[in-house]
């Protein structure tokens, strides 16, 4: 974490104003060997000499410290990716001591907030014991909440309202996260129509590169909200094998069309697992490990690379400036170390049960063990 300045910065604007230390001490009222034991970091002048301070070389008193309550988008890329390296190899009261820290200290910049919202939805489950869980859902919401009180950008609010909401369904408050999402979407609204609006406003204004930009991102998006709800279909519609069947079939398509285990091999893996779990379920054996030899390769590709990115491709070439701008960029919100420890888990569902004999089941489980 960045130190604050003050000492530095007391020597740097005294030399700019070219005066001497005992110049200064005889405007703000102090001694000589005060001012210079500020310069050399031995001690800290009091809250009204900081004021006064501040006044006389005509900034604030967060400059004149040198704290920077607001990071920028690369400095909380930089904090997300280290605390997600310290998830993997650290233990876990330390990594979250770190977490800790640094939301105090940056409490009021929310969208790295929200990113530590993030962080504690993707890692709580390392936690010990349930309660320690649940405690870590209850500050990762109540950061939620001062967001959605304190900030007035409406994106980040409208992010944090959603995490929020999803916090609360990990801690089993299904009624909460009802009455916190059922009013904003509602799929009667105008408003869902406001994507295709804006990209005729541009194309009208004579924007044509900010519509095809627009519109490329929002067909990629359109992409993976399909998938992602295809898999929560084939967990809500898995006693209805032709149903799953018919979704599999389909979504299989997309995702070949589309090159989508290429372009988000994450989302695709879990994709493949849910399709493994609907046919193990089913008592469906061959076509379970059909998925799995899926999910094996779509996570291989994950495991593979030492950085784990979201890309376009030669179809979706205009979105890497997009991804490029998101709050995380292209960067796996959990480590690869992260993902390899959690595979087992995978394959240790019940509902596997019935494959855990099976030669080709124990080839693909002992790939990832081996790795």
Known sequence: MDRLKLSDNIIRLRHERKITQEELADFLGVTK?????????????????????AAFFDM????????????????????????????????????????????????????????????????????????????????????????????????????????????????????????????????????????????????????????RDYIQVREYLDLVNLMSDAILSLSLYQDDLKRCRETICRIRSAIDQYRLEELHPNLAAQFHYQTAAVYAANGEAEEALEALGHFKNCTDRLLRDEKAVLHGDEYFDRIDAWIDGLPLGDMAPRSRKFISQNLQAAFSHPVFEGLKERPDFQRIVRHFICD
């Open 33 to 53: 060997a005060s001012v210079s034991k500020w310069e050399n970091a031995q001690s800290m002048p009091d809250i009204m000499l900081l004021l006064q301070l």
């Open 60 to 211: 604030t008193v967060d400059e004149l410290i040198g704290y920077v309550p607001q990071l920028t988008k690369e400095q909380i890329r930089r904090f997300y990716a280290e605390l997600v390296g310290d998830f993997a190899s650290c233990p876990f009261p330390d990594a979250i001591d770190k977490t800790r820290m640094l939301a105090r200290r940056y409490y009021s910049c929310y969208p790295f907030l929200l990113q530590l919202c993030v962080l504690y939805a993707n890692h709580y489950m390392l936690a010990e014991t349930e309660d320690e869980r649940e405690h870590l859902h209850k500050e990762a919401i109540s950061w939620c909440d001062h967001i959605l009180v304190s900030c007035s950008d409406v994106g980040v609010c409208s992010e944090a309202l959603v995490l929020k909401a999803g916090l609360s369904l990990q801690s089993g408050k299904a009624a909460e996260t009802i009455a916190m999402l059922e009013p904003v979407a509602d799929t009667s609204r105008v408003a869902a129509q406001n994507g295709a609006v804006l990209v005729q406003a541009y194309q009208m204004a004579g924007e044509h590169e900010k519509a």
